[in-house]
């Protein structure tokens, strides 16, 4: 008998298999919509979940530097190897003053389950209306797009990824995160 996360995650890849078959590309913007600008302020948000008070604000966020990953779902093989690197570079962001964030539909029980099965100690938010992810242009119909952003202390938003390898993705926001804050320091 098929468990129902195993379920759920070989429809979702069937999903991207065959819209990937009928040859659909789409431009950044048409997959999850229009991206918020760099160097102007990040979109206010104030979503629940699994770990602390129950929920998390931006603006709770100020003094520190944030790095704002949206994924679509808990437990698929993309999203796994995407925390999983956040998590084994979560040292490294700290030491930078940084804060790691996630952010997918899947609710805050489903956040917790996929924290307790990968070991993940920063917090994932849900934006299970979908509110959050479209003011950062990551919505398609029902699941947040993979796209990161990195925000200063001050809450502008300084940038953005919108083609993200999950294998190498934390590396390659470790190395502009190094970037920005070399350039603010002077």
């Known amino acids: 008998m ?3 996360r195993n379920f759920l ?13 009928l040859n659909f590309v789409p431009t950044a913007s048409a997959l999850g919509g229009k991206l918020p600008p760099i160097n102007q302020p990040a979109p206010l948000f104030t979503l629940p979940t699994n770990s602390g008070d129950g929920e998390i604000s931006l603006s709770d966020l100020r003094g520190k530097w944030v790095v704002l990953y ?3 779902k ?10 999983r690197r956040f998590q084994q570079d979560l040292p490294k962001y700290l030491e930078k003053n940084t ?3 996630g952010v997918s539909a899947d609710d805050v029980s489903s956040h917790a389950e996929f924290c307790d099965s990968e070991g993940l100690v ?12 479209k003011a950062y242009g990551s919505w398609m119909s029902f699941i947040s797009t993979r796209h990161t952003f990195i925000i200063d ?5 300084r940038e953005t990824f919108v083609k993200v390898n ?15 804050q070399k350039a603010t320091a002077s």
């Open 2 to 4: 098929i468990s129902r």
């Open 9 to 21: 995650s070989i429809l979702f890849v069937s999903c991207f298999a065959l819209i990937g078959w």
């Open 70 to 72: 949206f994924y679509p």
């Open 74 to 83: 808990d437990f698929t093989p993309g999203c796994t190897i995407e925390a």
């Open 99 to 101: 804060q790691i964030i």
């Open 122 to 133: 920063f917090p994932l938010l849900a934006d299970t209306t979908g509110a959050v992810s």
């Open 153 to 157: 202390p001050q809450g502008v938003l």
């Open 166 to 180: 999950p294998t190498i993705h934390s590396q390659e926001v470790l190395s502009r995160l190094e970037e920005l």
